[in-house]
Every structure is written in C-alpha cells, then in structure tokens.
C-alpha cells in the first residue's frame, strides 16, 4: 500500500470514528456495556496511541534507527496486518496496554477536547505519512506493545485497523 493510500485510510477512519461519536448523544459518552470501556474511553485510548506515534514520527529519522534499530525483513501488507493483530488480540485476552490501563473518568469529562485532539493528532499522522519517505517507511521501525518492533509503514496501516476496530465496536454494542 503507497504512502498516500495509507494516508487516505487514517483520514477516512479518523473521520468516521469523530463523526459517529459527535452524533452519538453527549450522555452516552460516560456510559458503556457493563464492564466494558466507555465511549470516552475508547476515544481516549485511540488518541494515547496515535499521539505516541506522532511523536515518533516528529523525531530525527537517525535516532529512531539508534532507538529501535532497522527492519530485517520485508514489509506486510494490509491485511496481513490486521490478521495479526486479531490473532495477537485474542491471545492478550482483553488485557490494555500503556497509558490505557489507567484511564479515569475525570480525564474524559470533555468530549469536544478529546475529539479535537483526535481530529488533529488524525491530520497530523496524514501529514506525517505523506511527507516521510517510503526508504524511511519501510526499514526503520517502531515497538508496538502487542505486536512487537513493526516497520513504520505496518504501524501506520495497523492505526487505521486499530481506529476502525473501534468505531466498529462502538457502532455494534454503543
């Protein structure tokens, strides 16, 4: 998948993820199934993984190959991707990862801030996508907590699934 597909993907899922949540009724986002996480949870969770990913991307290329190292083999696509993911998912049995473990409901008491954030951090991976090179892409790679070191290329499409995993979520049991 070229960089602007990729870029073309989080656009389109970032978009349909703030668009379902900005007509969903202000009530619901405090409330979730039993047990499960909330509407703001889930919002607050895809920004705490796109604005690391960011943060990366805004580093100078070298340090992220001192950091992490180069890949050492071919990059997946798409759907491989995300089957990987799945199988990694069901393995982790639920388990959250990172700054999600410890969400609070104090932090998500504004709705419109946390869909702004998501809108712009959104922007700013397209921009990111677009502009790096497809050498820088493909061999310098990043940790990801559940599927290990992935080239930076996998990363960015696995967003995009990890976005519309979410959105697929809150649209069936939200």
């Known amino acids: 998948m070229d960089k602007d597909s990729i870029a073309d993907l989080i656009e389109d899922k970032n978009q349909a993820l703030i668009n379902w949540i900005s007509n969903q009724d202000n009530d619901k986002w405090l409330e ?5 996480w909330t509407t703001g949870q889930h919002a607050l ?5 796109v604005k690391p990913l960011n943060d990366a991307l805004s580093m100078p ?3 992220l190959r001192y950091k992490f190292g180069k890949s050492n083999r071919d990059v997946r696509d798409y759907q491989t991707v995300v089957s990987r993911y799945q199988e990694r998912l069901k393995d982790a049995e639920g388990q959250t990862f990172g700054p999600s473990q410890h969400m609070k409901i104090p932090e998500l008491t504004d709705k419109q801030y946390i869909l702004d954030r998501l809108l712009v951090e959104g922007k700013k991976l397209e921009y990111k996508t677009r502009r790096i090179s497809d050498k820088n892409l493909d061999s310098l790679i990043l940790p990801h907590p559940l599927m290990g070191k992935m080239p930076i290329r996998e990363i960015i499409m696995w967003t995009a699934h990890h976005i519309e995993h979410h ?8």
Do not use: A, D, M
């Not at 969770?45 to 993984?49: D, E, G, I």
């Not at 959105?167 to 939200?174: D, I, M, P, Q, S």
């Open 32 to 36: 979730g199934p039993e047990g499960k």
């Open 45 to 49: 969770h895809l920004l705490q993984s």
């Open 61 to 63: 290329k070298f340090v």
């Open 167 to 174: 959105t697929n979520t809150l649209k069936e049991k939200y």
